[in-house]
């Protein structure tokens, strides 16, 4: 699978929407995390987030750096509820996403986008 990520802001839903595909090397998950930081800026206090990172494959250490950054800089933000889409089968970059840093929010999951969408739609 070749890497890739979608990272956007909904204004109107007041949430971000991450999505990782394969082994993201290196220097696209510095980019990832760069748009990460950049596109909430858009959001207001408070916002959600839904990270899909079920078709996603563990990262190097540099890649782990760039994702505790990218996580930082959210629980600085004030993001409030993040919904993570795994696999069904734990595939290992699931356990990146642990063991985040202070002022993150500990996060739910879901099985796709549309239930992660319908969690935190229902919570509002």
């Known amino acids: 699978m070749e890497p890739s990520y979608i990272i956007r802001a909904d ?3 007041n949430r971000l929407y991450l999505a990782l595909k394969g082994a993201i090397p290196d220097e696209m998950a510095k980019d990832a995390a760069d748009k990460t ?3 909430p800026k858009k ?3 408070g916002f959600t987030a839904v990270n899909d990172i079920s078709q996603a494959q563990p990262t190097g250490p540099k890649g782990v750096v760039e994702i505790k950054r990218a996580q930082a800089f959210l629980g600085y933000l004030g993001v409030r509820r993040i919904i993570r889409v795994i696999p069904q089968s734990d595939n290992g970059a699931a356990r990146q996403f642990e063991n985040p840093p202070q002022g993150y929010p500990i996060a739910n999951t879901a099985s796709s986008i549309e239930e992660a969408d319908t969690m935190l739609d229902k919570a509002n």
């Open 11 to 13: 204004p109107a839903k």
């Open 37 to 39: 930081i950049e596109e």
């Open 43 to 45: 959001l207001q206090p």
